[in-house]
């Protein structure tokens, strides 16, 4: 079952985000009021840029759970295509013929590094076992909970 959209959060973090970058609503959603400024154009003079960094969450080879670790984007892409591979690995829809593959896919990752905005390295965590267990305590800890997402509706 889709999730409704709270419109009202929506729209208040578009004006909250529009606000910090300096720009008007209108500006934010694309469309500039005639007198301002597109925002192609202030990216095109400097002006102003896209967002660099993202956060996300990761288990280490050595089994520890790391909440909101912040990475640029060829980092951020490396974490985004684990968690890819671990999700097929939870979703119970997935086929056994697509586990395996999603195993090797998983495995690809052991001793692979990504390194943080501050420059801390975290090597991924590759062995299924060692995820469970991380995300279990972290979802304990009140943090993740991918692994009860996945467990109970067997989505993603």
Excluded: C, P
């Excluded at 720009?23 to 934010?28: F, I, M, N, P």
């Excluded at 080879?61 to 999700?87: P, T």
């Amino acid at each position: 079952m889709a999730r409704a959209r709270n419109h009202a959060e929506e729209y208040r973090r578009r004006k909250e985000q529009a606000e910090q970058r300096g720009l008007s609503v209108a500006q934010a959603r694309g469309h500039a009021k005639s007198g301002e400024a597109k925002v192609s154009e202030l990216r095109a003079q400097g002006v102003i840029g896209r967002a660099r960094h993202t956060t996300q969450s990761l288990v280490t080879a050595d089994g520890a759970y790391h909440k909101h670790v912040e990475l640029d984007k060829r980092n951020s892409r490396k974490v985004a295509l684990w968690n890819s591979a671990l999700g097929k690995l939870m979703d119970v829809r997935v086929s056994n013929l697509n586990k395996v593959m999603a195993q090797r896919e998983l495995a690809s990752f052991k001793g692979k590094t990504v390194t943080d905005t501050r420059g801390n390295k975290y090597t991924l965590a590759a062995d299924l076992n060692t995820i469970q267990q991380a995300l279990a305590e972290g979802s304990e800890e009140g943090g993740f909970t991918f692994i009860k997402h996945y467990r109970v509706t067997g989505r993603g």
